[in-house]
């Protein structure tokens, strides 16, 4: 198949080390599928979830080389045990899979603060507790590999995931400032940036809270877009067994890129976004640069 032929002429040459994944959300959508990817491919997997009942079935195909443990992002006691217990059977942890995540559908004005701010909760910081407590070790090895999944939706907006694209937009700001950081010290930061797949993120990983106070002025705009992200849960273009081979590769990969967007949508979308910021900037540039000082 063409994107079996495509894959092959990306890993021809490279090496492929063992390497040991620590994988939150692991019970579905895109944690499922590279926790089973890795483990096809001779790696090591910590497979965390919730409901760690839910990764029995991973735990039969991987057997000694998976650890299933249960793992909420956003409890911080249990993030640091889990990470813990990961380095104490595997020696280190090689790959962290930043995948937790919801979303959350209604337009900015109707909003329920609770729910976004559970969902910030778990997208941004729980993301950035489970960093925290795996980055020591990458640190005294001098070497890792941190994915985190971000989205299409988080280099561009959409109506109804406001909020949504607002969390995404800080996993790529604090993505980009981290892989600054930590570049000296051998680790490398990649920004996966799916558009729609069949993870179910429209389904029962977004809340499925409707606004209670539903604003007929945004029913063309965020009613529409939200009605259409319901409608179409399952069936979206993405594959995620597919993007599972491409994130398994670029965890190998000795000179991984920043982002890797997948699916057609969120590379054009990417590419999109970049040109229409340049159209939007340049009518004023005279205006923009007029607001420094003048040269001494």
Known sequence: ???????????????????????????????????LRALH???????????????????????DNVLTLPLDVTDPE????????????????DVLFNNAGIGYFAA???SDEAEIRRMMEINVFGLAAVTNAVLPGMRA????????????GGVRSFPAVGWYNASKFAV????????????????????????????????????????????????????????????GAGKEDGDPARAAVAIVDVAHDPQPPLRLPLGNYAYDGLLEKL???????AAREAISRSADRDAA
Request: hydrophobic share 45%.
């Open 1 to 35: 198949m063409e994107w079996q032929a495509a894959t092959a002429a990306v890993t021809t040459g490279k090496a492929n080390p063992m390497l040991t994944w620590f994988i939150t959300g692991s019970s579905r959508g895109f944690g499922r599928q590279v926790a």
């Open 41 to 63: 491919n001779g790696d090591r997997v910590v497979a965390t979830a919730r409901a760690v009942e839910a990764l029995k079935d991973l735990q039969e195909v991987g057997g």
């Open 78 to 93: 249990q993030v640091v045990a889990a990470a813990t217990e990961a380095e104490a059977r595997f020696g280190g942890i």
């Open 108 to 110: 900015v004005e109707e």
């Open 141 to 152: 090895r001098r070497s890792g590999r941190i994915l985190n999944v971000s989205s299409v």
């Open 172 to 231: 790529e700001g604090l993505s980009e400032a981290l892989a600054q950081e930590v570049a000296p010290l051998g680790i490398k930061v990649v920004l996966v940036e799916p558009s729609g797949f069949a993870t179910d993120w429209a389904g029962n990983s977004a809340a499925e809270v409707t606004p209670e106070a539903e604003i007929a002025d945004y029913a063309p705009t965020a009613g529409t877009q939200r009605a259409g992200f319901r409608a």
């Open 275 to 281: 040109d229409t910021v340049r159209a939007d900037i």
